[in-house]
């Protein structure tokens, strides 16, 4: 399992209820800066969702490096455009990793791009620790992968935001 089946796995979950599209690796093909703006995208009846994801292997620390700077960037633009009506309902980012323990266990933590921007630049993190997440786990805020599907209706409910996370700490 890596990141390259992460993506089949959102990919083809997405396309049930919609059309998704993994952008190419080659970035050259999509776009004139040679950077991949996120990984992929997905159109449904009713939504547009842009995502950039990140795959490790066990529970440990999720180093931010990992999300490249024009990503984060991308993915905060596009929430800042489509943050007022009639895109603040219908359009979404995320940030979604997926922890994989074989034969185990197979989870995504999904992130609301605002959240990681915030521990980064307002906390100074450069990373989430291994406890940080095992606690988002313990907390619920992540969504089972079974037979290479997700329950995508959990996307919304399960996204990991500022809010969430205080409200959940204060009890």
Do not use: C
């Not at 703006?37 to 292997?57: G, M, N, R």
């Not at 988002?136 to 500022?162: M, Q």
Request: hydrophobic share 35%; proline share 4%.
């Amino acid at each position: 399992m890596n990141e390259k089946d992460l993506n089949r796995i959102i990919t083809a979950t997405l396309n049930t209820i919609g059309w998704a599209h993994k952008i190419s690796d080659d970035a050259q093909t999509f776009t004139s800066t040679g950077y991949k703006p996120f990984d992929l995208f997905a159109v449904t009846s009713s939504s547009v969702i842009f995502i950039e994801s990140k795959f490790q292997k066990g529970y440990k620390a999720f180093s931010f490096e990992h999300i490249r700077e024009h990503q984060l960037k991308n993915l905060l633009r596009i929430k800042e455009l489509s943050s007022n009506p009639p895109f603040q309902n219908y359009i979404f980012t995320y940030i979604i990793l997926g922890v994989w323990i074989p034969n185990q266990e197979f989870s995504l933590f999904v992130f609301d791009p605002l959240y990681i921007e915030y521990l980064k630049t307002k906390e100074g993190k450069v990373s989430l620790l291994m406890k940080e997440l095992k606690s988002l786990k313990d907390k619920g805020l992540y969504i089972p992968v079974k037979k290479e599907r997700f329950d995508i209706s959990l996307l919304n409910e399960k996204v990991i935001t500022y809010e969430r996370i205080n409200k959940n700490s204060s009890g």
